[in-house]
């Protein structure tokens, strides 16, 4: 059974930094990553990690986050910098397996940035 916990939200002021973790099991994962829902609006893509290193991020957070991934912890990063109040959102955790058909959500943790 896959499961995904996540940690490491929390409230930060704008400018400030936050590092999130999310730790897997139960299986393998191609890829691994995060997306983010604000209130009112759909969730997004925010950055993925391949298994073996490829990396994707928004463009609205290149600059500022970083994800990486350790793969015999099979953990994923998101560490965030110069955080603004619109990066407000729950942040949830994404693996895919190597099948590529089976995708799997955390519960989502709350990151808030105030102003």
């Known amino acids: 059974q896959v499961q995904l916990v996540e940690s490491g939200g929390g409230l930060v002021q704008a400018g400030g930094s936050l590092r999130l973790s999310c730790a897997a099991s139960g299986s393998i994962f191609s890829i691994m990553g995060w997306y983010r829902q604000a209130p009112g609006k759909q969730r997004e893509f925010v950055a993925t990690?391949?298994?073996?290193?490829?990396?994707d991020l928004a463009d609205s957070v290149k600059g500022r986050f970083t994800i990486s991934r350790d793969n015999a912890k099979n953990t994923v990063y998101l560490q965030m910098t110069s955080l603004k109040p619109e990066d407000t959102a729950v942040y949830y955790c994404y693996c895919r397996a190597f099948s590529g058909s089976t995708e799997y959500w955390g519960q989502g943790t709350q990151v808030t940035v105030s102003s």
């Open positions: 990690r391949s298994y073996f290193g490829r990396t």
